[in-house]
């Protein structure tokens, strides 16, 4: 009999939003007329319908995609180089950041780029994970062998977790032992935290003492309103030799059922061969993209690239102000209710201290029970998530004006 990837069997059984979904679903079974008003705050995912600039091109490509003389058969693995161009530009080069268009690769969405680019790296790196965290970090580390089993707090052997507490603003700061991957993201998910100039300095300094290499997840930086605050780590000198940068198209464009996104692999960075030699990593993610993908559909590489247009920014700055509107209502209203709440000011996740001593599920439990509103127990994002809930402001204003006004009621 053939034999499976033994790693898939470390993973923890009872993954948070299937979990999320049977207590609403017993709920909801139990309480037919409050199962009416239940309103999901749960889940990160945008709830407004993607930007006419987008739908535009969308359509102008698949019908070009009907005409013999501008039909596309595969394109370059890599992505359209227009679109890679425009990334380049737009994203890096109007920012001061020198980034080329073979640095970019662009994909169907970040969370698989976060799985795929450990493809390229070594089974014996030390790996550093923020605790809490975006699960797919942790769990790719786990199927692809890098870690031990979850002991009994949940936590990989084998993986070094930084905690992310409101003592160190929910960012860490670089671990006193050596590390060789370090996983980051800015703004964060679950926390709604960002790092400063200075944090992210002090980390590309760490991971260039080191060796290290920062996989930098920038899913969220749309969101970002305070000037000051990095949108890329290659707003920090020296980043381009330490560190890969993950964006997407989810949470900006509303691209999460579209999918696309992008990695940026500096061909100034390198890794250590096991023969000692060192070498850039780009040649390896080339060789990756080139073997075993071939990007992405035309025409939702075509939508991405209209987010770019003059009329894409204003209508993705329209969507973002939305959510951030949302964000802001949920903060307050939180606030006013007497929590302490984090986050919800450059991203659009809140943060919230459990009140009263209860665990996270317990006070998803009693949002559920007496506000019929649906949160994601902090606890679900890491051991260090416990005694907190987040907030998503992913939603329609109807909606985050009723759960403020809910919110009064705790
Ligand atoms: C939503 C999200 C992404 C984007 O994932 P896609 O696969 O591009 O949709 C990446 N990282 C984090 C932390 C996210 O919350």
Same mark, same amino acid.
């Given at each position: 009999?053939?034999?499976?990837?033994?790693?898939?069997?470390?993973?923890?059984?009872?993954?948070?939003?299937?979990?999320?979904?049977?207590?609403?679903?017993?709920?909801?079974?139990?309480?037919?007329?409050?199962?009416?008003?239940?309103?999901?705050?749960?889940?990160?995912? /945008?709830?407004?319908?993607?930007?006419?600039?987008?739908?535009?091109?969308?359509?102008?490509?698949?019908?070009?995609?009907?005409?013999?003389?501008?039909?596309?058969?595969?394109?370059?693995?890599?992505?359209?180089?227009?679109?890679?161009?425009?990334?380049?530009?737009?994203?890096?080069?109007?920012?001061?950041?020198?980034?080329?268009?073979?640095?970019?690769?662009?994909?169907?969405?970040?969370?698989?780029?976060?799985?795929?680019?450990?493809?390229?790296?070594?089974?014996?790196?030390?790996?550093?994970?923020?605790?809490?965290?975006?699960?797919?970090?942790?769990?790719?580390?786990?199927?692809?062998?890098?870690?031990?089993?979850?002991?009994?707090?949940?936590?990989?052997?084998?993986?070094?977790?930084?905690?992310?507490?409101?003592?160190?603003?929910? /960012?860490?700061?670089?671990?006193?032992?050596?590390?060789?991957?370090?996983?980051?993201?800015?703004?964060?998910?679950?926390?709604?935290?960002?790092?400063?100039?200075?944090?992210?300095?002090?980390?590309?300094?760490?991971?260039?003492?080191?060796?290290?290499?920062?996989?930098?997840?920038?899913?969220?930086?749309?969101?970002?309103?305070?000037?000051?605050?990095?949108?890329?780590?290659?707003?920090?000198?020296?980043?381009?030799?330490?560190?890969?940068?993950?964006?997407?198209?989810?949470?900006?464009?509303?691209?999460?059922? /579209?999918?696309?996104?992008?990695?940026?692999?500096?061909?100034?960075?390198?890794?250590?061969?096991?023969?000692?030699?060192?070498?850039?990593?780009?040649?390896?993610?080339?060789?990756?993209?080139?073997?075993?993908?071939?990007?992405?559909?035309?025409?939702?590489?075509?939508?991405?690239?209209?987010?770019?247009?003059?009329?894409?920014?204003?209508?993705?700055?329209?969507?973002?102000?939305?959510?951030?509107?949302?964000?802001?209502?949920?903060?307050?209203?939180?606030?006013?209710?007497?929590?302490?709440?984090?986050?919800?000011?450059?991203?659009?996740?809140?943060?919230?201290?459990?009140?009263?001593?209860?665990?996270?599920?317990?006070?998803?439990?009693?949002?559920?029970?007496?506000?019929?509103? /649906?949160?994601?127990?902090?606890?679900?994002?890491?051991?260090?998530?416990?005694?907190?809930?987040?907030?998503?402001?992913?939603?329609?204003?109807?909606?985050?004006?009723?759960?403020?006004?809910?919110?009064?009621?705790?």
């Amino acid at each position: 009999m053939a034999y499976l990837n033994d790693n898939y069997l470390k993973l923890q059984a009872g993954y948070l939003f299937p979990e999320i979904a049977r207590r609403v679903r017993e709920f909801c079974d139990a309480n037919p007329d409050a199962a009416k008003r239940v309103i999901r705050c749960g889940i990160g995912d /945008v709830t407004e319908p993607l930007p006419s600039a987008v739908i535009a091109a969308m359509h102008r490509a698949v019908d070009e995609l009907s005409v013999r003389e501008t039909f596309r058969g595969y394109g370059h693995e890599q992505g359209l180089e227009s679109l890679r161009a425009t990334i380049a530009q737009q994203d890096y080069r109007d920012r001061g950041i020198e980034i080329a268009p073979d640095e970019i690769f662009v994909s169907e969405g970040s969370k698989s780029d976060c799985g795929y680019i450990l493809d390229v790296l070594g089974d014996r790196n030390r790996i550093a994970i923020t605790d809490p965290v975006y699960p797919a970090y942790v769990d790719t580390n786990v199927m692809a062998g890098h870690t031990g089993g979850a002991g009994e707090s949940g936590r990989y052997e084998g993986i070094t977790y930084l905690p992310c507490r409101p003592a160190n603003h929910f /960012v860490p700061e670089p671990p006193n032992e050596p590390v060789d991957i370090i996983y980051l993201c800015f703004p964060n998910n679950p926390t709604g935290a960002v790092a400063s100039r200075e944090q992210l300095g002090r980390w590309v300094e760490y991971a260039r003492k080191h060796g290290a290499i920062i996989l930098f997840d920038a899913a969220y930086e749309a969101y970002i309103s305070d000037p000051a605050i990095p949108h890329s780590i290659y707003e920090i000198p020296g980043a381009q030799e330490c560190a890969v940068e993950f964006r997407s198209f989810s949470k900006n464009g509303g691209f999460t059922g /579209v999918r696309c996104g992008f990695t940026v692999m500096p061909k100034a960075l390198l890794a250590r061969a096991s023969d000692g030699r060192r070498l850039p990593l780009h040649s390896l993610w080339h060789r990756r993209w080139s073997t075993k993908a071939n990007s992405v559909g035309y025409p939702v590489q075509r939508g991405a690239e209209a987010v770019y247009s003059a009329e894409g920014k204003s209508q993705v700055r329209h969507l973002i102000d939305h959510y951030m509107g949302n964000a802001s209502i949920l903060r307050q209203a939180a606030q006013r209710a007497g929590l302490c709440v984090y986050g919800g000011v450059n991203a659009p996740y809140i943060w919230v201290e459990t009140p009263a001593g209860l665990t996270s599920w317990q006070m998803f439990d009693r949002m559920l029970r007496e506000l019929n509103v /649906v949160v994601t127990p902090g606890s679900g994002f890491g051991a260090c998530g416990e005694g907190f809930f987040r907030i998503s402001a992913f939603n329609s204003r109807e909606n985050a004006e009723e759960v403020g006004r809910r919110l009064g009621n705790l």
